[in-house]
């Protein structure tokens, strides 16, 4: 599958951004999806994971209750609703594609298909 994210923007803390991903070239709706994110210097680190059926979601700590993560599959995409933006969320973001029919992983090394990024920089 090929993934394609787009929305992020320069934002001054406090303000809201939604990230979104549309999938094309497999059934989407086969594969859990996930956000990852990436600041200089750093990991790329997990943000949130939804399941296949979009009937489970995986948040890292720092982020719950601020981002909610949804998909529609009808539309091939999967959103990153980013509220109360802080400086510490200044990243590019990825979106993901994990095969593997189990249970949400957050490893980066789960996920099989990545899109391009998209820069999120949040002013203070």
């Known amino acids: 599958v090929q993934l394609q994210a787009y929305g992020g923007g320069l934002v001054q803390a406090g303000d809201s951004l939604r990230l979104s991903c549309v999938g094309s070239?497999?059934?989407?709706?086969?594969?859990?999806m996930g956000w990852f994110r990436q600041a200089p210097g750093k990991e790329r680190e997990f943000v949130a994971a939804i399941s296949w059926s979009a009937g489970t979601t995986s948040y890292q700590d720092s982020v719950k209750g601020r981002f909610t993560i949804s998909r529609d599959n009808a539309k091939n995409t999967v959103f990153l609703q980013m509220n109360s933006l802080k400086p510490e969320d200044t990243a590019v973001y990825y979106c993901?594609?994990?095969?593997?029919?189990?249970?949400?992983?957050?490893?980066?090394?789960?996920?099989?298909?990545w899109g391009q990024g998209t820069q999120v920089t949040v002013s203070s």
């Open positions: 993901a594609a994990d095969n593997s029919q189990v249970g949400l992983r957050r490893s980066r090394y789960e996920y099989e298909y």
């Open positions: 070239g497999r059934p989407f709706s086969r594969y859990h």
